[in-house]
């Protein structure tokens, strides 16, 4: 247990020096705009509607005195950190509203969404890729094999216009957007208590069981799509893992002591082939998170991913473009040392690796 | 095996090769193929009023019919294949190399810069791609804005030649190749980074160090050439999924300049109509069987690539 413990604090010791870097690099990006451009990230809330050009240069100049923005880079990078930390991201002029508010009440909608599609992918590509393991060159294999090659080589977009057009358009079992137009008047409404902002949960702590019902056809076809690109590569991984670990000593001697193959395939062999694949996860944690915003906008889900989107249609709006990098990058990071940790409970041997 | 014997004695490579090989000639050949409109050059052709929203069914002239707006799907489709390539060998070649000078270095010096480098990559790692071209468009809009005062109200027009040259410049960049190129040589780096530190302390560079072969020498003439297996057929792969990461984020709108994506984006309203999904096949069909044979055939290439490169596996 105090590995365990010893681990996770350097974890996250390693996590705040990546935020570092990675706040840093960012700023410096930053600095190559001039400082009027860098003054926009700091303006206030209540900007009057009509200003002549004089009251808004005195205004930038105000603030570029204010937050040390003419100061050399070190300075204004340790203000601009300050500020971050305490929760002050800006204001975003096309948001209508503070940057962090803004992403802490996106937050629940891509969260659910990514939390399914974690659900369905893991276990899926977990037994999937043991069974094609297991039964090498079989057809099991072979079709694991061809439909993880799809998976992976068809865009996401593609696969969002088939789904749509099948199971909306003909079938009509699943609809795109977050919620049908009707629960969404409820949910908007003073009746309705959103306690962890999951519709899914929420719908069930309400006692009404439509509204979980009609988040889960809403949230089917995004879950499924974000889902199966990641279920190919945890698969393959698996896979391979399972066929290198049934080549092992202590397979030929359970074999030998009669164990049956079903039972070694999956309590000794999976044991020790978890480890490895989950490693594999850890590394396409970032694709995940680009995959969730991609997905979202596809399906017209309205998550964290309308932040950049916003502020990328309409003219400068460094607040939200910044707040939605940084946001990312934390959520990144966030999931690496949970997946981590998780991997310091399964695994003897990475706990025996950090010593 | 010779390698080359190894690579063509699996069917899946030769597919490979032979999409590849397709895509190479059209890309070469597309100024043949669909002459360009001198007015309009690029993969938009219009064959007919642009009034016109309806899609035209396949004839003679616009052999593969029209978009909306009538817009040729067979220029759009040779050109866009010629982009495509562009686009994903450029990307791919630029990562892999700035990863693997990256990570060349660094294994080598090793030490204080290696760890140094390497941190700097992890940081890299966590930067989901979607953030970076979102990063990479703030800040050329910002220096944009910087640079020319943009009229904001209505009723002010400029000439493009009375913009300033470097403006002209700035706005020519394309967002999505940098924010491709800067977020996506990390995995070179790290790999070249592990296959160096292995190989520098093997007898042969020993010997060559003897010989007073300089550091430059060492990298360049030693180093990276017996590393550089595993780059090249991560750098085939990435070619594939470079143009269809291109194509979805034209699709959803964040840049990016596919011409398939675009000819998706003009479909996609035709896809669904009364009469099934396959009565303007033409509009949606063509772009999405390039896209998935293109990423398909770069995937084979590189499976083929790494089953006859490297010692091990054959």
């Not at chain 2, 071209?133 to 943009?150: D, G, H």
Request: net charge positive.
């Amino acid at each position: 247990m105090r590995i365990v413990l010893r681990a996770f604090l350097l974890r996250l010791v390693s996590i705040v020096v990546t935020l570092l870097i990675v706040t840093a690099l960012l700023y410096a990006t930053v600095m190559f705009t001039p400082a009027e451009t860098r003054a926009t990230l700091y303006l206030p809330k209540n900007l009057p509607s009509r200003m002549t050009e004089q009251q808004y240069q005195k205004l930038i100049d105000n603030i570029i005195e204010r937050y040390h923005l003419n100061e050399p880079y070190p300075v204004q990078y340790a203000y601009w950190l300050g500020n971050l930390v305490k929760g002050e991201w800006g204001y975003s002029p096309t948001l209508q509203k503070d940057v962090f508010t803004a992403l802490m009440e996106k937050t629940p909608v891509t969260a659910e969404l990514t939390l399914y599609s974690t659900l369905l992918f893991i276990p899926l590509g977990l037994i999937s890729g043991v069974i094609a393991g297991a039964k090498k060159n079989k057809l099991a294999d072979h079709g694991v094999r061809l439909t993880a090659y799809i998976a992976t080589t068809l865009p996401s977009f593609i696969l969002a216009l088939l789904l749509m057009s099948f199971f909306y358009v003909d079938l009509y079992w699943f609809a795109p957007s977050r919620v049908s137009s009707s629960i969404s008047l409820l949910i908007n409404s003073d009746n309705f208590r959103q306690v962890t902002g999951l519709l899914t949960i929420d719908g069930l702590l309400n006692r009404r069981p439509d509204v979980t019902v009609d988040a889960f056809r809403h949230l089917a076809m995004p879950v499924f799509t974000l889902a199966i690109v990641h279920w190919a590569t945890l698969a393959r991984v698996t896979r391979a893992e399972m066929i290198d670990e049934l080549n092992q000593d202590y397979v030929v001697a359970a074999r030998a002591r009669g164990i049956p193959e079903r039972w070694i395939t999956w309590r000794h062999t999976l044991r020790n082939a978890i480890a490895p694949s989950m490693t594999s996860s850890l590394l396409s944690v970032t694709s995940l998170i680009t995959g969730v915003f991609v997905v979202e906008i596809l399906y017209d889900f309205h998550g964290v991913s309308d932040i950049a989107v916003r502020s990328m249609a309409y003219t400068l709006d460094a607040p939200a473009a910044l707040g939605f990098a940084i946001y990312s990058v934390v959520v990144v990071l966030l999931l690496m040392a949970i997946l981590d940790l998780v991997q310091l409970f399964v695994d003897p041997r990475a706990r025996e690796k950090r010593n | 095996m010779k390698p080359l014997r190894c690579y063509f004695t699996h069917w899946q490579n030769l597919i490979g090769l032979f999409l590849v090989l397709v895509f190479l000639v059209v890309a070469i050949a597309a100024p043949v193929l669909s002459p360009q409109d001198p007015e309009y050059p690029g993969p938009i052709k219009y064959v007919g009023l642009r009034t016109d929203y309806r899609p035209h069914t396949p004839a003679e002239v616009p052999p593969l019919g029209t978009l909306s707006t009538q817009i040729s799907v067979y220029h759009a489709l040779v050109w866009g294949t010629r982009s495509a390539v562009v686009f994903g060998i450029v990307v791919a070649s630029i990562t892999a190399l700035i990863g693997s000078l990256i990570g060349a270095f660094s294994g080598y010096f090793g030490g204080f810069i290696n760890q140094l480098l390497m941190r700097v990559t992890d940081a890299f790692l966590s930067f989901p791609i979607i953030a970076g071209v979102v990063l990479i468009q703030l800040i050329i809009k910002a220096i944009a804005a910087s640079v020319v005062e943009i009229p904001s109200g209505g009723g002010e027009f400029f000439e493009l030649q009375d913009l300033p040259k470097s403006l002209i410049f700035l706005l020519s960049i394309d967002p999505v190749l940098i924010a491709f190129i800067m977020f996506s040589w990390m995995p070179y780096a790290r790999i070249m980074n592990s296959v160096v530190r292995r190989v520098r302390t093997t007898d042969y560079i020993e010997a060559s160090r003897a010989l007073g072969a300089g550091h430059l020498r060492l990298i360049f003439r030693h180093l990276i050439p017996n590393s550089i297996t595993p780059i090249i057929v991560m750098a085939a792969k990435d070619v594939g999924g470079m143009v269809l990461l291109q194509a979805t984020f034209t699709f959803i709108g964040l840049g990016g300049n596919s011409a398939w994506g675009m000819m998706l984006v003009l479909g996609r309203d035709w896809i669904i109509s009364p009469g099934g999904i396959m009565t303007f096949w033409w509009v949606f069909l063509p772009a999405t069987l390039a896209l998935i044979l293109f990423g398909i055939g770069w995937n084979l290439l590189g499976d083929g690539l790494n089953d006859a490169l490297n010692p091990r596996t054959t």
